[in-house]
Nanobody
Framework: VQLQAFGGGLVQAGGSLRLSCAASGRTSSTYRMVWFRQAPGKEREFVAG????????SYSDSVKGRFTMSRDIAKNTVDLEMNSLKPEDTAVYYC?????????????????WGQGTQVTVSS
C-alpha cells in the first residue's frame, strides 16, 4: 500500500486548509486510515481516524469540532478538513493506514505511511 498526502501550506490563524491522502496498491483490506501530526521536538500525535468498513470516525480532543475527516471509497482517498486553525496546529501531518485492528492512537501500530505534508499556522 502506498499513501500520498498533499494539501498543506501556510495559513493565518482562524483560517482553513484541506489535506488529502490517496491510497494505492492492495487497499482492499484497509481496516483504518488515520491522520497523525508531529511538531518539532514533540511526539507524533493522533489527530483523526476512520474505520474503513463502518465509516466510524474518531478525533483527538484538541481538534474535535474544528477538523473533519472524510473519505471517498471509490477513489481510495481520505481528506482532513481543518477549520479555525490555531498556531498550535502547526506540524507535519501524516496519513497512515492499517490493514488489521490496531490501537487507534498508537502510531507504532500503523504499517503504511504517507510522506507528510507541512501545515503552518501563523498568529
Amino acid at each position: 500500500v502506498q499513501l500520498q498526502a498533499f494539501g498543506g501550506g501556510l495559513v493565518q490563524a482562524g483560517g482553513s486548509l484541506r489535506l488529502s491522502c490517496a491510497a494505492s496498491g492492495r487497499t482492499s483490506s484497509t481496516y483504518r486510515m488515520v491522520w497523525f501530526r508531529q511538531a518539532p521536538g514533540k511526539e507524533r500525535e493522533f489527530v483523526a481516524g476512520l474505520n474503513w468498513s463502518s465509516g466510524f470516525k474518531s478525533y483527538s480532543d484538541s481538534v474535535k469540532g474544528r477538523f473533519t475527516m472524510s473519505r471517498d471509497i471509490a477513489k481510495n482517498t481520505v481528506d482532513l478538513e481543518m477549520n479555525s486553525l490555531k498556531p498550535e496546529d502547526t506540524a507535519v501531518y501524516y496519513c497512515a493506514a492499517a490493514m488489521r485492528p490496531v490501537t487507534l492512537r498508537d502510531h507504532e501500530g500503523y504499517d503504511f505511511w504517507g510522506q507528510g505534508t507541512q501545515v503552518t499556522v501563523s498568529s
